[in-house]
């Protein structure tokens, strides 16, 4: 169905199908590339063939789509109907995807609002869905760009990983403050803020950095109307158990969503990643 907006996000908004399709959101893959070979973002290939690779230690890096992609996505909902385009995307402290973007948008054939969400994941995903919304319900572009701006700069995103040596690699922590971690033997738990990936808190055990997770995600939570989702890597026990206990706890809890990461936000965390993602709504 075309709308006057059409929204655009990226691979690692990681919004399931079902979703990308109620709203006619159109998700551009980044690309993961596993021991040399390369592979789109959010497929089955990708994720199966991510962790085992990282368990061997095999090379695995990841690449932004590239300004003609972006362009192709934003002919195709020109061609559809959409007299603008709403582009919201990861953090572009994280990746140059933003910036690719905002080349494309020079070239597009009708006008494209490109929006920095500042932060990844589920916390991104609900932001381009609170501008999907919008867009769905006849609202204008600078409309729908504000109500994903509004929604990702309200959400929190905390995570826990098992350890810091993979954001270290890919450049995407302080490496001093790696190296601490990994010198303590600590387990650590980060924040997205201002749209880096920030050391929070250095904990002692896994089980205490989780309740830790917990603990945040409630607090910031407070007794308002949020929804809430649990991702991980090669973790799902443990996302099913959070989930559990979160939607016992929080009073406001609209939707609870739980599920895996893809490969490019997986390659940069590696497994035992746990996230807890809470959006004011």
Do not use: C, W
Request: proline share 4%; net charge neutral; glycine share 10%.
């Amino acid at each position: 169905m075309s709308r006057s907006v059409a929204v655009v996000t990226d691979s690692t908004a990681y919004l399931p199908q079902s979703v990308l399709e109620k709203y006619g959101v159109t998700s551009v893959p980044l690309t993961v590339v596993v021991d040399g070979t390369p592979l789109e973002d959010g497929t089955r290939e990708a994720a199966e063939s991510l962790v085992p690779a990282l368990r061997r230690h095999a090379p695995v890096t990841t690449s932004r789509p590239s300004p003609e992609t972006f362009l192709a996505a934003y002919r195709r909902a020109a061609e559809r109907g959409a007299s603008a385009v709403v582009s919201v995307h990861l953090s572009s402290e994280i990746s140059g995807t933003h910036d690719a973007a905002v080349l494309a948008a020079r070239r597009s054939p009708v006008p494209v609002r490109v929006v920095d969400s500042g932060t990844i994941g589920m916390a991104l995903g609900f932001g381009v869905v609170s501008a999907a919304e919008v867009a769905a319900s006849g609202g204008d572009l600078a409309e729908s760009a504000e109500a994903a701006i509004i929604r990702t700069a309200a959400t929190r995103a905390f995570f826990y990983v098992d350890t810091l040596d993979h954001l270290r690699r890919g450049g995407r922590i302080n490496t001093a403050q790696a190296l601490l971690g990994s010198a303590l033997a600590v387990k650590p738990l980060l924040e997205l803020r201002d749209g880096r990936i920030e050391l929070r808190e250095k904990v002692r055990t896994a089980s205490r950095a989780i309740a830790r997770l917990e603990e945040l995600a409630v607090e910031h939570a407070g007794s308002g109307s949020v929804d809430v989702a649990v991702q991980h890597l090669a973790a799902g026990e443990r996302a099913d158990q959070l989930a559990e206990r979160l939607a016992g706890r929080l009073s406001g809890l609209g939707e609870l969503r739980v599920g895996e990461v893809g490969a490019v936000l997986g390659a940069h965390t590696g497994p035992g990643l746990l996230g807890a993602i809470v959006a004011p709504r």
